[in-house]
């Protein structure tokens, strides 16, 4: 792989230097380290009639066919169109692997195979087993780890097909640095993508947060994916032909029963929610349409069919949903898997598990035609591997050849949960993931300011709290910013913001937890999850009102004459959709049923829960304007008072970014939650109770109304806490400001510009962590030592760029 000129002229300063500083030398030696995984040559997607890029296209990607001789084996043959002898040759010159030759036999009458289709979902960029937000090694998740199983998994039976079902390239620091701050350049394969052909998956989809970065950014990813990405309801909304192949032949030599040789052709497609149009508006409006999901499947089923697929495998986004039904829907794995036709179905999207255990029932189970037991979904096998590679799906079929073609005569599916207690790891991820996980180590650990006290997120909904106040302030701030001189500008201005890290998914170290001191830039990334963009939205105040309604969800209705426990947080509700609207005062009234479900959809026509919402200490009236600094998720979306706004406007800047920016400005903050939301007296004298991590009990003596009461049993890893309902006390502005200490000088921003970080000192080395490697006995694999000198080539070369800046693009946060 050449270097970037960025790199170079970094290096040859750094060589310059070196011969007087041993430190700097081993910086030098450090940023010259080849990369562990690229590629040379672009995968060739072939078409029927045109072999020009997909961007610049209007013809229909076709369908490719895969042929792999070894199943067990990580090498894939070439791609080739069933239709075309000569794009054949074409695609197989782009391949660097060719399959040795193999004898088979055509299936006779009677014979049968037993295939097992192994599926990762929702890696979201997790190359390897570290945490980023708290910069130190985790045994819970990471890619590195999940290969292990799919090693085991495959010694069991070699017959596999290996799939990735989307939500691969976003997620954290390192999926945010290779996209934003250092993005793969032409030609270059994004390191997931050559973790997943190391480890030999034949197929992947691509999942909503794929478009994140928009077109072209997803187009290089797939050039060099290496392995077919099939989508089947993404659209040019010109031609209305499939902006991406559709599906995949992958045609497969298994071993029979017998021990004999047998080709199968594995046919894959795939979806995504078509909520992306809203999702990531700002990239796709007028560029794709999509279609319904379960529509887009049931009409590519017969054409998969007619060109040799034995068996349909459909790779869908989207999480299972229910049993109900509407075009349209996010969450329609339950429909998907109920299509004839349909062999196995692989979903995700919602960070779920299924199937579910005797121990723990998954939530599904409670759907007519769910087999929780053996996983499957109106007869049809169905996994849910969770998120960030801490399960492994597996599905298992037996296909017997019987009146001229494969019929499955048994299936099971079943996830496999990594082993949190063991630090083995594949030691080829590893070594491929060094220079990304090394720069990625580097890019966060730039330290960005200070906070005079720790900032969690453990009682964040339960109580105002300081992790999504720090959000709003800042986005208030660049939003004032950004709309001086405006007619906005009069207006009142109100931010919303929700805790992202809150126990999310029932996953006890799913917490915003900073420490006191200095804020460092994965400490904004644990406060901020995602590659949000700041928009603003004007709305009036009945509008605002149906906002929090909807928020309101996210509490139990309780009874106010009952002495015993009840719970008050609603788990069923999803944190990310919680806003916390501040800039106004306000409270909830907990004992009335919620207006809205959880997908926003009116329950109680004529309930309310919103009381006493007040602006500077008088009730807001339904005509009086707002605007409200938000995300371009929810801008996009269809939350109740959202859709109506009359303004809907996004604004040059992520906001990540946007609260880097602030913290700069401010250089020492202060977490003080002002309380400016709270519960109504009627709650008062009532028992209350909540799960949050078991280790917030530490935290209980400076919370006022919150007791600890025990370690969950049923939860693993959270507690039993008690909220008690006390007078609530609102913190003016004023008064968070006389507590701040010194804080910077104003900064006005351009719309869209980025505050460089200045040199910053040099962080404690982070552990070094050992992983052995299942490939070897007795070698160790570790994550490269990004101590000392990471830091000096951090610091050098954020000092460096005031220099060499005029001529590269590379190593400034952008």
């Given amino acids: 792989m050449n270097f970037r000129f960025s790199k170079c002229a970094v290096a040859l300063t750094l060589a310059l230097l070196a011969a007087s500083n041993p430190k700097l030398a081993q910086a030098e030696e450090l940023l010259n380290t080849t990369p562990a995984s690229s590629t040379e040559a672009s995968q060739a997607v072939p078409v029927e009639t045109d072999t020009t890029e997909k961007a610049d296209s209007t013809e229909s990607p076709a369908p490719t066919t895969t042929e792999a001789e070894n199943p067990s084996s990580s090498e894939t043959a070439e791609t080739s169109d069933p239709t075309s ?14 399959p040795a030759a193999t004898e088979t036999s055509q299936p006779v009458e009677g014979q049968t195979v037993d295939v097992r289709i192994l599926a990762t979902t929702d890696l979201h960029t997790n190359l390897v087993n570290y945490d980023y937000y708290q910069d130190k090694p985790v045994e819970t998740l990471g890619l590195a780890k999940t290969a292990v199983l799919i090693e085991e998994a495959k010694k069991e039976n070699p017959n596999v097909v290996l799939v990735d079902n989307g939500d691969t390239i976003q997620g954290t620091p390192l999926g945010n640095y290779k996209s934003i701050v250092d993005p793969i350049e032409e030609g270059e394969q994004h390191p997931m993508y050559a973790a997943l052909e190391t480890l030999g998956f034949d197929v992947g989809t691509l999942g909503n947060h794929e478009f994140n970065y928009g077109l072209a950014y997803l187009e290089k990813v797939i050039r060099t994916a290496n392995m077919p990405l099939v989508n089947a309801n993404v659209l040019d909304p010109t031609t209305k032909d499939f902006l991406y192949t559709p599906y995949t032949i992958v045609k497969k030599t298994f071993t029979d029963t017998e021990g004999k040789k047998v080709t199968l052709n594995v046919g894959v497609t795939g979806i995504v929610p078509p909520q992306i149009l809203n999702w990531d508006k700002a990239y796709l409006e007028g560029k794709v349409i999509v279609r319904d999901a379960v529509e887009a499947v049931r009409d590519i089923i017969p054409t998969m069919r007619e060109n040799g697929a034995d068996i349909v495998l459909v790779l869908s986004h989207s999480g299972i949903g229910d049993d109900q039904y509407e075009v349209g829907e996010e969450n329609v794995g339950y429909q998907i898997a109920s299509l004839s036709g349909v062999d196995a179905v692989i979903t995700g999207h919602s960070h779920a598990e299924f199937p579910g255990t005797a121990e723990k029932p998954s939530f599904y189970a409670k759907y007519s035609g769910v087999d929780d037991t053996n996983g499957k979904i109106n007869g049809t096998p169905v996994t849910m591997a969770g998120k ?12 017997v050849f019987k009146d001229g073609k494969w019929t499955t005569t048994s299936s099971k599916a079943a996830i496999r949960k990594i082993d949190t207690k063991s630090s083995v790891a594949d030691g080829r991820i590893i070594d491929l993931a060094k ?34 106040q720090i959000v709003n302030n800042a986005q208030i701030w660049y939003a004032k910013q950004q709309l001086a001189g405006t007619p906005e500008a009069n207006l009142p201005i109100l931010s919303a913001a929700a805790p992202f890290k809150a126990g999310t998914r029932g996953d006890a170290s799913a917490y915003t937890d900073i420490p006191a001191g200095p804020i460092a830039i994965k400490n904004v990334a644990d406060l901020y999850l995602y590659d949000n963009v700041v928009a603003i939205l004007k709305v009036n105040g009945a509008q605002l009102k149906e906002w929090l309604e909807m928020s309101a969800g996210q509490f139990k209705q309780v009874d106010p004459s009952s002495t015993k426990p009840q719970n008050l947080v609603n788990t069923d509700f999803r944190t990310y959709n919680f806003d916390v609207i501040d800039g106004v005062t306000y409270q909830y009234d907990i004992t009335q049923p919620n207006k809205y479900d ?29 605007i409200v600094v938000t995300n371009n998720y929810r801008a996009n979306g269809t939350f109740p008072g959202v859709r109506e706004a009359s303004i809907n406007r996004l604004l040059n800047l992520e906001n990540r970014q946007a609260i880097i ?25 009532l028992d209350l109770r909540f799960l949050t991590a078991d280790r917030a009990k ?42 701040q200490g010194n804080t910077g000088q104003d900064i006005v921003l351009e719309s869209g510009q980025r505050i460089t970080l200045p040199a910053v000192n040099p962080p404690a080395p982070a552990p070094q962590h050992k992983l052995a490697s299942p490939h070897s006995q007795t070698s160790t694999k570790t994550l490269p030592a990004t101590g000392e000198a990471t830091s000096m080539l951090s610091l050098l070369g954020l000092t460096l760029i005031g220099f060499v800046g005029a001529w590269t693009k590379k190593r400034t946060l952008k």
């Fill in 85 to 98: 002898e000569t794009t054949a040759a074409t695609a197989s010159e782009a391949r660097t692997v060719t």
């Fill in 388 to 399: 960030y590679g801490d399960h492994l799906g597996v599905i298992d079929l037996n296909l």
């Fill in 435 to 468: 220079e990304a996980h090394n720069e990625t180590i580097k890019y966060v650990r730039q330290q960005v300011g200070e906070t005079t006290a720790p900032i969690n997120s453990f009682f964040a909904l339960v109580q105002d709290d300081p992790s999504v």
């Fill in 598 to 626: 959880r997908d926003g959809k009116v329950v109680n026509e004529t309930a309310s829960r919103v009381r006493n919402l007040q602006y500077n200490g008088r009730d807001v009236t339904a005509d009086q304007e707002f």
């Fill in 661 to 685: 920016n602030y913290i700069i400005a401010e250089k020492v903050i202060n977490p003080t939650a002002d309380n400016n939301w709270t519960f109504t007296d009627s709650i008062k004298g």
């Fill in 698 to 739: 530490a935290l209980v003596a400076d919370q006022e109304g919150i007791v600890y009461l025990q370690a969950s049993t049923a939860s693993e890893g959270f507690g039993e806490f008690k909220f008690v309902y006390t007078e609530p006390k609102v913190v003016t502005p004023d008064e968070q400001q006389s507590d």
